[in-house]
């Protein structure tokens, strides 16, 4: 483990003695995908209770630059917990310690002047680490070219009251496509599996009228792609719905089940 000491703090308006901190931060840096990687840590201090946990990181990188020296690298993008790019290993947690709330909305007045934070990249063998923090989500984007999507003629949209959808099957399917692919299920499961962010993208077009033209075929599709892609099964450990920031539930997966059953048994009668 390198130790990185001596990175003077810089000016923060706003903000009191009271409402700062001094953190001891150990991140793990990769300098490309083909090159060893190890812990380093660094002295945070002045950090305000008001940043979120990405801020703390810009003021590190600032501090850094200001040294002459690699700002960390990590994955960001609209930093108000909806795209799904910011995910990171706090603490051995995805996301962090704080549930339903992704990285980029972890505030930093859930931590304690002194701690020590251990910041690393999702661990799986389908997101090879690019650099530092960043690691390659695009297998997640290729099970959705699977079957995640329905397909629609073209032209006016279609009036909104035409096609009738019940109110349970409504909230179910907005329910799951809350997902916003962040990949938290696949770093926090022991497998590896992305059968929580699959079953998401299947059960909500599932219950939906428009989802049903392709539905066994989806299904189908897109857990063949998982499994082609070097993704675990599911052993039903429960670790994906508890880092989940989207609080997508474990009955998800048994729906995805059943659809797999389903097509499964359709395309043996045919």
Sequence with gaps: MTTVAGVAPSPIDGTTEEGLLSLTLHVWRQPRA?????MVRYDAPGISTHMSFLEMLDVVNERLIQSGLDPIAFDHDCREGICGTCGLVINGIAHGPQAATTTCQLHMRHFHDGDTIYVEPWRAGPFPVIKDLIVDRGALDRIIE??????APTGGAAEANATLVSKDNADLAFDNAACIGCGACVAACPNASAMLFTSAKISHLAVLPQGQPEREKRALAMIAKQDELGFGGCTNIG???AVCPKEIPMESIARMNREFLRASLKRGRR
Excluded: V
């Design 34 to 38: 083909d090159a060893p990687g190890e």
């Design 146 to 151: 699977a079957g995640g999507f329905i397909t």
């Design 239 to 241: 670790e994906c719905a």
